[in-house]
T-cell receptor
Framework: GESVGLHLPTLSVQEGDNSIINCAYS??????FIWYKQESGKGPQFIID?????DKRQGQRVTVLLNKTVKHLSLQIAATQPGDSAVYFC????????????FGKGTRLHILP | AAGVIQSPRHLIKEKRETATLKCYPI?????VYWYQQGPGQDPQFLIS???????DKGSIPDRFSAQQFSDYHSELNMSSLELGDSALYFC????????????FGPGTRLLVL
């Protein structure tokens, strides 16, 4: 399943399938990007980050892709599990302004049995 | 591993009252950040402190103030509360020596009646 995070706030994916959550960021000067997972009633949890000098970074079951040309960021979750149900936020920071995270609009990921 | 601690977890106040939210960062973290998250919204940056000095300011109302103490804990003081202040308030902390990763606390849910 795939979503444009800013325009489709909900994404439903079959358990075991791969999930792709997309995000468009606004500031071409942003140089650091983060994906957060927020479960109901909890604070945002760091998932993975990427610097603007990279276009791909892999973690455990997650991959972040960065396309600076079109200012697009995506989070891929492999073999989606029920525990992946949450709202996912992309976030950016500006050069020398790492003390301020700018969150994008979240995408709620639903896992279908 | 120790996480960010916030207290109280839930708070109910009436209009025009005051509230104080507390945040205890992860040990050895020297920077704290405050965010406000309205229902169904993304977190919005309010203010941050590094080594007890304000380092950045976001969309924090003049009715709110915050400070960081010598033990690095922080308090967000909110006065003349309004209905619109009802939200989740998150504190995050980071270590300035360890890049930019911010770790979020569980949040304080404030309800203004």
């Amino acid at each position: 399943g795939e979503s444009v995070g800013l325009h489709l706030p909900t994404l439903s994916v079959q358990e075991g399938d791969n999930s792709i959550i997309n995000c468009a960021y606004s500031n071409s000067a942003s140089d650091y990007f983060i994906w957060y997972k927020q479960e109901s009633g909890k604070g945002p949890q760091f998932i993975i980050d990427i610097r603007s000098n990279m276009d791909k970074r892999q973690g455990q079951r997650v991959t972040v892709l960065l396309n600076k040309t079109v200012k697009h960021l995506s989070l891929q979750i492999a073999a989606t599990q029920p525990g992946d149900s949450a709202v996912y936020f992309c976030a950016e920071t500006l050069p020398n302004r790492d003390d301020k995270i700018i969150f994008g609009k979240g995408t709620r990921l639903h896992i279908l049995p | 591993a120790a996480g960010v601690i916030q207290s109280p977890r839930h708070l109910i106040k009436e209009k025009r009252e005051t509230a104080t939210l507390k945040c205890y960062p992860i040990p050895r973290h020297d920077t704290v950040y405050w965010y406000q998250q309205g229902p169904g919204q993304d977190p919005q940056f309010l203010i941050s402190f590094y080594e007890k000095m304000q380092s950045d300011k976001g969309s924090i109302p003049d009715r709110f103030s915050a400070q960081q103490f010598s033990d690095y804990h922080s308090e967000l003081n909110m006065s003349s509360l309004e209905l619109g202040d009802s939200a989740l308030y998150f504190c995050a902390s980071s270590n300035s020596q360890d890049q930019e990763t911010q770790y979020f606390g569980p949040g304080t849910r404030l309800l203004v009646l």
